[in-house]
């Protein structure tokens, strides 16, 4: 039996029954991964002696109980390091759990693996990792998007059963498009940020991979809900995620947002997204157009939101308290050679960037400037939903690029995002699952359907989502490392 090829519901149910234990769940994984890691990349690390003490210990009855999750390594965990891809962290090892961590083990959940990341969750490949790049379990010349990279491919090459990863502007959910696998950022607020290495405060969300829409939210039953260590947190009722899976859609209108079916799609992508709105038709589901008319500037908002928050946000990393210290003649020496030795290219860009955004003179033309366009984004999102349930569209206007091929073109590598972005600056929810493949160079490239909900609406998300997965095949495909 290959444990590892199972979802979270099918490995609880033989949890339960005793049919297998955590430790041959943990011990499939780790030999899963010693067999194919060395071709992905996908883990940074892992320490099983330490998953196995808290297996051995884990409750059954609790609803994650006995199963291993991967972490994003943005995300602390007590006693493992906490890189956040990059050389600055490299001798940090986290003192806390963050709050996502503390509810994974108090419904039995074990933490186990650091999943590889674009440094600081900067980038749409995982090749900015200061520790090389991930590889696309269906075509190893592929990148897995990112920057949760680590944590798609893991999911989708079987080396985990689920993983956390984090969304400022689309990074879970393109690269759960790109690997095949399920995808959620919830609602801003919904999921508590504390113990997550902050790049954009107001955009950041933790979420779930996972290899089932179910499984999905199975995990946003856990993590969700108010937190006093997070002030952003919403103080709302955490509903039971997995209540509406399975009803009936019929009736629901969708709305087929025009400014995401542009020229420049790829015509693969385009194919498989217009055949799965059909197949919501079939479902008995409304497909209504509607108009978002400032997607065109979400892209610019959000690099100038996302960067000026991130300058601020790593002006903590000096070598001072903890973290890379460079040898240094004086304190202004120390800063400067402390950050040029710890950051890689892509952060120093963006950190530029965002402290050129703030500064004297320029804050008004560009970062107030973008606030305002923020709020018009949101307001598109608003008038949209009056009149549809959710909203249907891509997720990635292409399958995965090659390794390598936007290296040298941080604007070509930035226009990845540009169908997730603006939900990351409404603050709404949003899903990726599988919709088809691509034939590319001989190769399947997975093809990724972006569903969008209104504030704190996951359960219906997770329904619409749901309805189509299970009429479907394409989630049970595999890459054939």
């Known amino acids: 039996m290959?444990?590892?090829?199972?979802?979270?519901?099918?490995?609880?149910?033989?949890?339960?029954?005793?049919?297998?234990?955590?430790?041959?769940?943990?011990?499939?994984?780790?030999a899963r991964i010693s067999a194919v890691d060395d071709k992905v990349h996908g883990f940074l690390s892992r320490d099983?002696?330490?998953?196995?003490?808290?297996?051995?210990?884990?409750?059954?009855?609790?609803?994650?109980?006995?199963?291993?999750?991967?972490?994003?390594?943005v995300i602390n965990v007590t006693g493992e390091p906490c890189t956040c891809g990059s050389r600055m962290l490299l001798p940090y090892r986290a003192p806390y759990d963050a709050t996502v961590i503390a509810k994974l083990r108090a419904a039995g959940a074990i933490p186990f693996g650091r999943a590889n990341m674009d440094e600081f969750?900067?980038?749409?490949s995982t090749e900015n990792?200061?520790?090389?790049?991930?590889?696309?379990?269906?075509d190893l010349t592929r990148t897995p998007g990112g920057s949760s990279g680590g944590s798609a491919a893991v999911v989708a090459a079987d080396e985990a059963f689920a993983a956390l990863g984090s969304d400022t502007g689309g990074s879970i959910?393109?690269?759960?498009?790109?690997?095949?696998?399920?995808?959620?950022?919830?609602?801003?607020?919904?999921?508590?940020?504390?113990?997550?290495?902050a790049f954009a405060s107001s955009l950041d969300q933790i979420g779930p991979f996972t290899k089932t829409v179910r499984d999905a939210a199975l995990i946003l039953d856990v993590i969700s809900g108010k937190d006093p260590m997070d002030s952003t947190s919403l103080d709302q009722p955490v509903p039971a995620h997995t209540a509406l899976l399975g009803r009936d859609i019929r009736g629901m209108k969708l709305g087929m947002p025009r400014e995401y079916f542009i020229d420049g799609i790829d015509p693969q992508v385009d194919a498989a997204v217009r055949a799965a709105i059909r197949h919501y038709e079939s479902l008995g589901a409304e497909i209504v157009e509607v108009s978002l008319p400032n997607t065109e500037h979400a892209v610019g908002v959000y690099y100038i939101i996302a960067t000026a928050e991130c300058s601020a946000n790593l002006a903590r990393f000096d070598g001072v308290r903890y973290g890379h210290r460079a040898e240094s003649s004086g304190l202004l020496d120390h800063y400067g050679r402390t950050r040029e030795e710890g950051f890689g290219p892509e952060v120093k860009r963006r950190i530029i960037l965002g402290t050129?955004?703030?500064?004297?003179?320029?804050?008004?033309?560009?970062?107030?400037?973008?606030?305002?366009?923020?709020?018009?984004?949101?307001d598109d999102f608003t008038r949209a939903f009056a009149q549809c349930d959710a909203i249907v569209c891509p997720t990635s206007p292409e399958p995965a690029f090659k390794l390598g091929d936007r290296a040298d073109d941080p604007l070509k590598m930035y226009l990845?995002?540009?169908?997730?972005?603006?939900?990351?600056?409404?603050?709404?929810?949003?899903?990726?699952?599988?919709?088809?493949?691509?034939?590319?160079?001989?190769k399947k490239l997975p093809i990724g359907l972006q569903l969008l909900g209104q504030p704190l609406d996951e359960p219906r998300l997770l329904q619409i989502a749901h309805a189509y997965e299970q009429s479907t095949d394409w989630h049970k495909a595999r890459p054939g490392l």
């Open 121 to 124: 969750a900067m980038g749409s």
């Open 2 to 30: 290959d444990l590892t090829s199972l979802s979270i519901s099918a490995l609880r149910e033989k949890l339960v029954a005793r049919e297998v234990s955590p430790l041959d769940a943990l011990d499939a994984l780790d």
């Open 173 to 197: 959910r393109q690269p759960a498009a790109l690997c095949g696998i399920v995808g959620v950022k919830p609602t801003y607020g919904r999921v508590s940020r504390y113990g997550l290495t």
């Open 356 to 378: 050129y955004v703030l500064s004297s003179g320029y804050y008004d033309a560009y970062y107030l400037r973008a606030q305002k366009v923020r709020t018009l984004i949101r």
């Open 129 to 138: 990792s200061a520790f090389g790049p991930t590889h696309n379990p269906w």
């Open 48 to 73: 099983l002696a330490l998953a196995k003490a808290h297996a051995a210990k884990a409750d059954l009855s609790l609803p994650l109980g006995g199963v291993p999750i991967a972490i994003k390594d």
């Open 416 to 442: 990845a995002d540009i169908f997730t972005i603006a939900t990351n600056l409404a603050g709404i929810p949003g899903l990726s699952l599988p919709c088809g493949f691509a034939e590319v160079d001989g």
